[in-house]
């Protein structure tokens, strides 16, 4: 296994240089609707009554099987927190209903049983950057505060005609969190996992030898450029406002930028490790990568490894993918990420 190859006899000095960059994906070109540029508000100054919005961004059984032989001494035990509404506070109408019930725990759940065949779920925190969704679900569904605490702006807008929508309904809420992990240890739309999911499972297997968290993100890590290739062809025409099946992507053992982004965050997460699963760009090229946060380190944002000589930036799909350098026309080398969004 490479996790015997990296970080191996170079933990301690990895851990204050070592980032988790999850690869890239595949269109070269802007995604139909541009990101936010370095934390910039987009621009949309439509009214309550009326707004315009574009189509979102399309932003294994394996074959090799994590066995250890021996526990660590970090406890393994999966944690993901029970989402339910409506709770104590839940606003609905005739289509939609927005419960705000769990914002201290980072988050909030919408769902919307209207006839609409379009409908977004547009949230607005105290950054001011518009984070868009595609709400086809009429059960309830996770979304994360991503913006810390504050004042939050939560709106369901239904299709008009092209890219132009209504408001359906809309809740401003003050959220106040219990810490500013809370948005980044919870399942959501984007980082899609349960207690009973193969991912959870396979996240706790390759833990069980870990002492600390960074062992257990160098052991996933490793897990995932071993066990999932690039998936070109799905690369080259993703569907609009894609979203990632992590069990389907663990057992199918291929996947987008998207795909391996939502599956080591969702391992992350469920092992009581703040992650952030980030999409932006390198260049032209649209990304999804992560970032993690180490207990006494922090906010973890790049990753690199020893060769044997000395340290380098690497991208996981590079890693992945050693032996396809066309791969680097799709995502460059990683040395100029820019984060669009978090979730």
Avoid at 74 to 82: G, I, K, S
Avoid at 167 to 175: E, L
Avoid at 249 to 271: H, K
Avoid at 287 to 292: D, E, G
Wanted: hydrophobic content about 35%.
């Amino acid at each position: 296994m490479r996790s015997r190859k990296i970080y191996q006899g170079c933990l301690a000095f990895a851990a204050v240089m070592t980032a988790l960059g999850l690869t890239a994906c595949a269109s070269s070109g802007a995604p139909e609707n541009t990101p936010i540029q370095n934390g910039s508000r987009q621009e949309d100054d439509e009214s309550l009554s009326s707004t315009t919005v574009e189509e979102s961004p399309v932003p294994a059984d394996s074959s090799s099987q994590a066995i250890v032989s021996e526990k660590g001494s970090r406890d393994n035990t999966p944690l993901v927190p029970e989402q339910d509404a409506p709770g104590t506070e839940d606003y609905s109408n005739d289509v939609a209903a927005i419960d705000v019930s769990h914002s201290s725990a980072g988050y909030c759940m919408a769902r919307y049983f209207g006839s609409n065949p379009k409908v977004k779920l547009i949230i607005t925190g105290p950054d001011q950057v518009q984070y868009r969704y595609d709400l086809t679900s009429n059960e309830y569904t996770p979304f994360p505060f991503t913006a810390g605490s504050g004042s939050y702006s939560i709106g369901v807008y239904e299709n008009v005609t092209g890219t132009t929508y209504s408001t359906s309904m809309k809740v401003d809420v003050s959220v106040n969190l219990k810490d500013e992990f809370q948005p980044f240890l919870v399942p959501s739309q984007y980082v899609n996992y349960s207690a009973d999911c193969d991912t959870v499972e396979m996240g706790a297997e390759l833990s069980e030898a870990a002492n600390n968290d960074l062992d257990v993100v160098a052991s996933v890590y490793n897990y995932l450029i071993d066990n999932i290739t690039y998936d070109y062809a799905k690369a080259e025409n993703p569907p609009t406002g894609y979203l990632s099946d992590v069990d389907a992507t663990l057992a199918s053992g291929t996947g987008i930028c998207l795909d391996y982004a939502a599956v080591m965050t969702s391992m992350l997460r469920s092992q009581r490790i703040p992650t952030k699963l980030e999409v932006g760009y390198a260049g032209t090229a649209y990304h999804a990568w992560i970032s993690t946060y180490i207990t006494d380190i922090g906010w973890v944002n790049g990753i690199v490894e020893f060769d044997g000589k000395g340290w380098k930036l690497m991208d996981p799909t590079f890693a992945a993918n050693t032996s396809e350098k066309a791969l680097r026309e799709y995502i460059g080398d990683g040395s100029n990420y820019v984060i669009s969004y978090e979730y």
